[in-house]
């Protein structure tokens, strides 16, 4: 790939963006749960704090959570582009963003137990690529902590417990299991991305995917957005609350997206993001240079 | 924020101290803590020396983002981590260090709840992800342990803080305010689990 230099220095940019400052519609979207809080709650002030935290973050050009995540890339390439010279490079920005402190010494050896320096390493991070019309280069970040991950869950219906059958309401009473299971430990209020069908991996995966999703948009699917909109109130009815300590903002958002099945299989995957949703994405010049920022 | 009062509470954490507090409360916590991670947990657990003195101390979950410039260490980010992967280990490292305050994010259940019972200990509760707001009460790096071994993400760092904000969540007597949420979201959860919805596509 020629232009390695220029491509660097976006790929970092783009990076340290997504960790030090929360997109617009998140931060909105933190704002609206603010006003659903009582005065002199202890959710509201979870909340101020966190808005607080946002605005920091973004003064001293530093990382929002400590916890930088797994760095999940999502490019778009035109056809024929060197996607092994893609992923070296953002290797490489990866490992200074690192070193300067944008992100933390964040990836293990899962055998050794030893701490990579770089955040470079098997599995990490990780890349998906796809083939785009376009002659530029679409690229988007996300970062995931790990207490958010730690809570997502994935279902099999019928579930007997849960009384969910294959249908869209079975669908309602896992997620809102999850919910109810998550509690506050994935930092409420956070978003759910769910995927109804695929196997076990790809479950997982198009539940993630679903927080490219901006915030204030809703499935295009009719019957999809309405059990979004479901979830969504139902949740906070639950009043978990900001961070699990009560109150009504248990949740920003949820996101659904579906995937075709085998006729045995019905999955439900609940992927959790805390209300850190660190995502941004920018359009790039195949010979590296940032043309404008997306979201 | 100002509207809930704050209760102070500062180092060394005296058994009168921390026993006055009350679940739900609003507590600013001043002096000395040590970070503490997963590996630093299953260390002490498992009989390894402590190298500082953890008598009527804090044990902070917290990996800090920690940059070395003009030779100081400097906390970039300090949010606490999830607390709940430590709970099998906390009744022992409680009792035997006389560890007093507890603080990092998320639920506990009544293994907790009776370990700080029993010890006279409490667990806050601190916003999760709020790094900046967090690590701005960090007003010193007084040392690091076992840095080499565990990395710096999980080793012990020895910080001063300065009216560090929190909720007490779990009290001296084992009462717990995360409990009585999830009691109320359980009731929820079974009335809304009695009202489905035809979705039709």
Known sequence: MKQHAQWETSLFELIRRTSV?????????????????????????VLETILENVQKARENDAPLCQDTG??????????????????????????????????RQNTIDSVSGEAYETNVAHGAPQFYFEQCAR???????????????????????PDGRLQAGRDLDGVRRCVLDAIAEARGNGCAPGILGVCIGGDRASGYEHSKAQFLRRLDDKSEVKVLARLEDRILRDSRLLEIGPMGLGGSATLMGVKIGALSRLPASFFVTVSYMCWALRRRGALISVNGGLKRWLY | MAVLTPRRLNYPFTPEQVGGLRAGQFVLVSGVVYTARDRLHK????????????????????????????GHWQVRAAGPTTSLR????????????????????????????????????????????????????????????????????????????????????????????LRRVQNGSQRALRKLMDAPERFVP
Not at chain 1, 135 to 157: A, C, H, P, W
Not at chain 2, 108 to 120: D, L, P, Q, S
Not at chain 2, 128 to 139: I, P, S, T
Not at chain 2, 159 to 175: C, N, Q, S, Y
Request: charge should be positive.
């Open chain 2, 86 to 177: 430590e709970e099998p280990y906390l009744p022992r490292i409680i009792k035997d260090h006389g560890v007093r305050v507890v603080i990092g994010k998320g639920s506990m259940g009544k293994v907790t709840e009776e370990a700080c019972a029993a010890g006279g200990c409490v667990y806050l509760h601190a916003v999760g992800g709020a790094a900046q707001v967090l690590a701005d009460k960090v007003v010193a790096v007084q040392n690091v342990f076992l840095g080499k071994e565990f990395g710096l993400t999980e080793a012990m760092w020895v910080l001063e803080l300065k009216d560090f904000p929190a909720i007490v969540a779990i009290d001296t007597h084992g009462r717990s305010l």
């Open chain 1, 21 to 45: 400052d929360l997109p617009p519609d998140v931060e909105q979207g933190l704002r609206r749960a603010l006003a659903a809080e009582k005065r002199g709650s202890r959710g509201r002030w």
């Open chain 2, 43 to 70: 260390f002490l657990f498992e009989g390894g020396k402590s190298p500082a003195d953890l008598k009527n101390g804090a044990l902070y979950h917290c990996g800090p983002v920690v940059v070395r410039k003009d």
């Open chain 1, 70 to 103: 797994s760095l999940v890339f999502h490019f778009h390439v035109p056809a024929g582009f060197d996607t092994n010279a893609l992923s070296a490079v953002a290797r490489v920005a990866v490992a200074r963003a690192t070193r300067l402190g944008y992100l």
């Open chain 1, 135 to 157: 002659s530029t280069v679409d690229v988007r970040l996300i970062m995931k902590g790990g207490g958010s991950e730690n809570v997502g869950r994935q279902y099999s219906l």
